[in-house]
């Protein structure tokens, strides 16, 4: 290898979130500190994964001359359990970050650059010897089934370390992971005798380090460079892509012989959700970097293989790259924080660990003595759980049963305890101790995972691990005076979400008033299937009653149960449940009930629901929060469209009236203003909402904004309606290439939208109007109408292909 071409730049991204999921229905309820976006995974995808996947490199004009998937050219990691998340939700972006990883292996030399990590982000060194290896062997087995290989590194939760951990990694075939430069001990060269004392300051980070284990294994170290990587971070070098590429071509030893690696991590979320645009600078520094002879893209692996180590290091233990304080900042209240209240501490930080650790040791020996009653062996079921985490369906759950349960084995036994180990580790997701506040999302969300524990331990072996946890959390203080303690914040936060078949049932019952065909929803993650079905309506009024069995698709457990909901208009609905009601006491309730809500007796037809079903009532506040949202828009959509209908008769009427007074300079009472100000924005939205770009439409909605001199109401949601309805338009355009009619009427509607001042998001739109010019450039034929209109399209959306 040449001196001039053995100097290689590596940019690592760890892209990650902690699971957001309510632990019972395995979805994200809506996060209000998320607006406009249903929840904070939705919105740092729209502002950073998503970006990556399609980053623009500019002109001098700050126009788009490029656009490129810059995972392709990176070294990452993603989170699983953000994976899992985004196959669902973000499936663009999802099969963008599989196919970086392909492109990876062409470009550096068979070596991909996605990196596995850590199952759900456990700091290792705090956790025990079994839950290290399956975090371990959870995140190999999931990157497998994702990315089609094995992996060749693994990212551990904040780089957090210690031997054991790095035994465990070797012991499952990991050959690197990253550290950062301040959890470097010594090293050495291979062969010499004598350790050198190294420190952040004075490690040499440009080169690959082999650790050799206790076990006689080894595993090989890269120390990132910790001044550019905190420059990227907290500095303010994404502010320029230039300086960003220069600052890693300027750490280069030209001097030197050896092969050198200059390579920096960082949270991937850096690239445009905590920087905006960082994505644009991150393109910008890998096309400059590309251009420039002296050095070479490449990634941990294809380094590796290039320049195997010729040093060793011993490591640090207990330390991490985000606590100067080794690990404290995950169990004690060592001074780390992100910048809370004045006179806050992290004092809970203990007691809540030492609180899980205690739940966790408890339900392990519950798993065991219960377990080997019904598996072969439960920690190599549990190891091997992942397949069925990955998938559920029948056929991983019935192969899962074949490997590992014991003949006559009830499966809703065998899942309840694997669900409950499962649970007992993401309760160690290390965002639960990261920042300030126990009462924080991320720390209610672990107590809510530990709360699923109880839950499972209890259903498991009929025992209480409640009153105990309770009385633990207790000496977690929170610095929120109306919370006092994790105790209270578990009671207040906590045992709301909690969810039981009980539970499941009333949301069908209610949510059935709204569904077309409800006999069989499925409600997230459990199914229902209804033995007797029976739906009436008088007006607004309806009843509903049926018999229904719910059944959880996780744990496999069901349960029957007989149910009557009234719904008296709005949002006022009456329900009652019982999961002991005789099918002959069901049929004579039905009879009575149905006969009273014909005759149109309202108080027998509840007076009949009490008799049969007691006092105990639920209403709409019992629904899951998404869905409560749903039936409570529309309900308000229908009162909504019955004030627009009588506010547009008022503009309809009174319109040549108010031209009048205009014309005669009287001034126009306000009650006018704000009726057409209502009509004018409800026009727009439907504009934009339309199939069809009608500009005659929107000119005249323009105009008469300017002539009452009324506003826009709500910039935000129409910015987004616009942005939808633009790329459903280039969509046409895409499918019907020769008609220049389209492109002209979308062309049309630039101007307009400045007009209303309204700021689309365009990042779509520009993806499929450079797609559309790639596979144009190879074309001959169009008409010369046709290419200027879509050139102009190119400058309306800050597009030019050359």
């Avoid at 001044?227 to 303010?236: H, K, L, T, V």
């Avoid at 230039?242 to 050198?260: C, M, T, V, Y």
């Avoid at 011993?314 to 004045?342: H, M």
């Avoid at 005249?700 to 309606?721: A, F, H, Q, T, Y």
Wanted: aromatic residues 10%; contains cysteine.
């Amino acid at each position: 290898m040449s001196s001039h071409s053995n100097k290689f730049i590596c940019i690592h991204g760890h892209f990650y979130q902690p699971p957001r999921e309510n632990a019972w229905l395995e979805v994200i309820e809506v996060q209000d500190s998320a607006h406009p976006y249903h929840d904070w995974n939705e919105r740092i995808t729209a502002e950073c994964y998503e970006p990556n996947a399609t980053s623009r490199i500019l002109d001098e004009d700050q126009v788009i001359r490029d656009i490129i998937n810059n995972y392709s050219k990176i070294s990452f990691n993603f989170g699983p359990t953000l994976l899992s998340w985004m196959e669902v939700y973000a499936q663009e972006t999802y099969f963008a970050i599989l196919e970086a990883d392909k492109e990876s292996i062409r470009r550096f030399g068979g070596h991909g650059s996605a990196m596995a990590q850590v199952y759900n982000h456990m700091i290792l060194p705090l956790a025990n010897a079994r839950d290290k290896e399956t975090q371990v062997i959870w995140g190999i087995r999931d990157f497998e089934s994702r990315f089609g290989r094995e992996p060749e590194g693994m990212w551990l939760a904040e780089t957090a370390v210690d031997i054991e951990t790095l035994e465990a990694l070797a012991a499952n075939g990991i050959q690197f992971t990253v550290l950062a430069p301040r959890q470097a001990k010594a090293t050495r060269k291979i062969g010499e005798k004598n350790w050198d004392e190294v420190n952040e300051r004075s490690v040499n980070t440009k080169r690959a380090y082999r650790c050799n284990l206790p076990s006689g294994k080894s595993i090989n170290l890269f120390f990132y460079d910790g001044d550019i990587s905190q420059g990227i971070a907290f500095n303010g070098l994404l502010n320029d892509g230039k300086r960003f590429a220069e600052s890693l071509l300027n750490a280069i030893d030209q001097h030197a012989d050896e092969p050198q690696l200059i390579h920096v991590a960082t949270d991937g979320e850096t690239y445009g959700h905590h920087h905006k645009h960082g994505d644009m600078a991150l393109a910008f520094c890998l096309d400059y970097i590309e251009k420039d002879e002296r050095v070479t893209l490449t990634n941990y692996s294809q380094f590796l293989s290039l320049a195997p180590p010729t040093h060793e290091a011993q490591i640090i233990e207990n330390t991490s790259w985000s606590c100067v304080n080794g690990i404290e900042r995950w169990r004690s209240d060592c001074g780390c924080n992100s910048g809370g209240g004045e006179r806050w501490t992290q004092q809970w930080r203990k007691p809540l660990r030492e609180s899980l650790d205690w739940l966790r040791d408890a339900v392990a020996e519950v798993f065991e003595r219960e377990g080997s009653k019904i598996v072969r062996d439960p920690w190599v079921a549990r190891n091997d759980y992942i397949s069925v985490v990955l998938k559920r369906n029948e056929t991983t759950t019935e192969s899962f049963l074949k490997i590992h349960a014991l003949p006559d084995t009830q499966p809703s036994r065998v899942f309840r305890l694997m669900e409950m180990q499962r649970h007992s580790m993401l309760m160690y997701t290390s965002c639960g101790w990261f920042f300030d506040e126990v009462s924080g999302i991320e720390t209610t969300q672990v107590m809510q995972y530990a709360c699923r524990v109880v839950q499972l331990a209890n259903q498991t072996n009929e025992v209480d691990y409640e009153a105990e946890l309770l009385k633990r959390l207790e000496q977690a203080p929170s610095n929120v005076s109306a919370h006092k303690n994790a105790a209270l914040v578990y009671e207040k936060f906590v045992l709301p979400s909690r969810i039981n078949l009980k539970r499941v049932g009333m949301h069908f019952a209610v949510s059935s008033i709204f569904e077309e065909e409800p006999e069989s929803l499925t409600i997230f993650n459990y199914s229902t299937s209804s033995e007797s079905f029976v739906k009436k309506a008088a007006g607004e009024q309806k009843l509903v009653l049926g018999i229904t069995t719910v059944k959880s698709m996780v744990t496999r457990s069901e349960r029957k149960f007989a149910f009557a909901v009234i719904y008296l208009g709005k949002h006022n609905i009456i329900g009652n449940i019982s999961l002991d009601m005789e099918a002959d006491n069901f049929a004579g309730m039905q009879f009575r009930m149905i006969k009273a809500f014909e005759e149109g007796r309202l108080g027998d037809v509840i007076g009949t629901m009490q008799m049969y079903f007691g006092p105990e009532k639920y209403t709409i506040w019992q629904l899951f929060s998404d869905e409560k949202r749903k039936i409570l828009d529309l309900i308000s959509q229908t009162s909504m469209a019955e004030l627009e209908s009588s506010l547009r008769k008022s503009y309809n009427s009174d319109y040549q009236l108010i031209t009048a007074l205009s014309n005669n300079n009287i001034p126009i009472p306000n009650a006018y203003k704000t009726t057409f100000e209502y009509i004018l924005n409800a026009d727009l939205v439907n504009t934009f909402k339309s199939d069809r770009i009608n500009i005659k439409e929107m000119e005249r909605i323009s105009g008469e904004l300017v002539r009452w001199n009324l506003k826009i109401e709500d910039p935000g949601k129409l910015s987004r309606l616009a942005g939808e309805s633009i790329l459903r338009e280039l969509n046409r355009i895409s499918n019907e290439r020769d008609n220049v009619k389209r492109v002209q009427r979308l062309n049309r509607m630039f101007p307009l939208l400045d007009k209303f001042n309204l700021d689309p998001n365009l990042h779509k739109s520009q993806n499929l109007y450079f797609q559309i010019s790639k596979e144009e450039q190879k074309k001959e034929g169009r008409l010369p109408d046709w290419r200027d209109q879509f050139t102009l399209l190119g400058k309306n959306l800050g597009v030019k292909v050359r």
